[in-house]
C-alpha cells in the first residue's frame, strides 16, 4: 500500500505528521533524550525488528534530527546523537506525554513523570502564548494564513471560511 505523502501540504501539521507518521520515529526519539544512542540500546529498550530501527534511524538523520557519529573503527560501530533540530522535538513529546497523563493512564497514575532539575518539582507540559504567557484555549484561538501559505490556494472560498488572512 503505498503511503500518502503529505510533505508539501501547506500545514506544519501535515508535515510533521509527514515526517513522524509512524509509531517508532517519535519513540526512537525519546529513546535519544532518555540517553540512548547506540543501534544496539534501541533495539533493546523499544523491542523494534532491526530492519525497523535502521530504517527510522536513516530517516531521522537524513531529516536532520539525529547526527551518525563513528565511536568505534575495527569494526566500525556508530551512535545516534540529537542535533539542535531534534532536541526541539522534546516539546512536542512532553506535550503528548501529558495529553497521555491526563486521559491514557489508569487509576495507578502515569507511568513517568518529568522532573525539572533546576526547581526540583515534578512537572508537565504547558502550552502558553509565546507573547502573553497566557495559556492557548482553543477557543480563543483563529488561525491565520502565514507567509508561506500558496496564494493560489488562498482565493478559494473554502479556505478563507477556515483562516483569517494575515494580510488584513
Known sequence: MKRTSFARWPCSIART???????????????????????????????IPRNTL????????DEGLLEKRAYQDEPVRHE????????????VLAV???????????P??????????????DTHAEVV????????DPARIRMRTGPGYPEGLKA???????FEDLTS
Open 17 to 47: 505528521m509527514d515526517l513522524f507518521g509512524d509509531q517508532w520515529s517519535p519513540l526512537v526519539l525519546r529513546e535519544s533524550f532518555y540517553g540512548i544512542r547506540r543501534f544496539g540500546d534501541f533495539q533493546q529498550e523499544l523491542g
Open 54 to 61: 535502521a530504517d527510522r534511524l536513516k530517516r531521522l538523520v
Open 80 to 91: 545516534y546523537l540529537l542535533t539542535e533540530k531534534g532536541r526541539d522535538f522534546f516539546d
Open 96 to 106: 503528548m506525554s501529558r495529553w497521555g497523563d491526563r486521559w491514557l493512564s489508569g
Open 108 to 121: 495507578e497514575g502515569p507511568p513517568v513523570r518529568m522532573h525539572h532539575l533546576d526547581c526540583g518539582h
Open 129 to 136: 502564548c509565546a507573547s502573553c504567557g497566557e495559556p492557548l
Open 156 to 162: 478559494r472560498p473554502d479556505v478563507r471560511r477556515r
